[in-house]
């Protein structure tokens, strides 16, 4: 009974071939996020869909652009991967509204993207 | 802008030991906070969370954090360590009206020895 669902787990892509990370979630929540963590560090946000509403972190790389076309998918798609986007890829979501408390996030597996 | 600072890299405690993992935010206001575990190659589950209505907060596994406004703290303890606690830990901070957005500390890798 996963809730948040990423796919694929592992990940190679060429240098410069465009790559997209898929995520899909049974919850229903409306807000889904999408974090890069590096090896050895924390993960850092780089955008979230309020909704249909999308937010971009101000210092994410125009190269990451995500799509929502529905409530339950999520897709993060690099255009042009360096060696430098090798990472987990965490997606997770929440309820999270801009009154709302109830701020916990779920997330999935991870998707580990190696760029070769 | 909030920051979370986890002090300590690495922790190594033997089984059946004290668990003292410290975090410290920053914040202008009493935010969210939150303690997550991940094990390698996986995503982050979460321990516990603070959202105001109580200042010791009780988590799953046995681990629980107390929430200390006068020093910005928000340490994880367990009493008696198990090997399957071994896996790094991430405190995390949330403000209200950021839609939920973590921002999380560098992580404390937590060794269990026999």
């Known amino acids: 009974d996963a809730m948040v669902i990423q796919n694929p787990r592992y990940q190679v892509t060429q240098f410069g071939k465009p790559v997209t990370l898929s995520c899909s979630q049974t919850?229903?929540?409306?807000?889904m996020y999408w974090y890069q963590q590096k090896s050895s560090q924390a993960p850092k946000l780089l955008f979230h869909?309020?909704?249909?509403?999308?937010?971009n972190e101000a210092d994410t790389p125009d190269n990451f652009q995500s799509r929502r076309p529905n409530t339950s998918f999520c897709f993060l798609d690099i255009r042009s991967p360096g060696l430098g986007d090798t990472a987990m890829y965490l997606c997770?979501?929440?309820?999270?509204?801009?009154?709302?408390?109830?701020?916990?996030?779920?997330f999935g597996q991870g998707t580990r993207l190696t760029v070769v | 802008a909030q920051s979370v600072t986890q002090l300590g890299s690495h922790v190594s405690v033997s089984e059946g030991a004290l668990v003292l993992l410290r975090c410290n935010y920053s914040s202008s206001v009493p935010p969210y906070l939150f303690w997550y575990v991940q094990y390698p190659n996986q995503g982050l589950q979460l321990l516990l969370k603070y959202t105001s209505a109580a200042t010791l907060v009780k988590g799953i596994n046995g681990f629980e954090a107390e929430f200390k406004k006068s020093e910005t703290s928000f340490h994880l303890t367990k009493p008696s360590a198990h090997m399957s606690d071994a896996a790094e830990y991430f405190c995390?901070?949330?403000?209200?009206?950021?839609?939920?957005?973590?921002?999380f500390g560098q992580g404390t890798i937590l060794t269990v020895h026999p």
């Open positions: 997770a979501t929440s309820r999270a509204g801009k009154t709302d408390m109830n701020t916990e996030a779920f």
């Open positions: 995390a901070v949330s403000d209200l009206g950021s839609y939920g957005k973590l921002t």
């Open positions: 919850l229903n929540h409306n807000v």
């Open positions: 869909y309020y909704d249909k509403d999308f937010n």
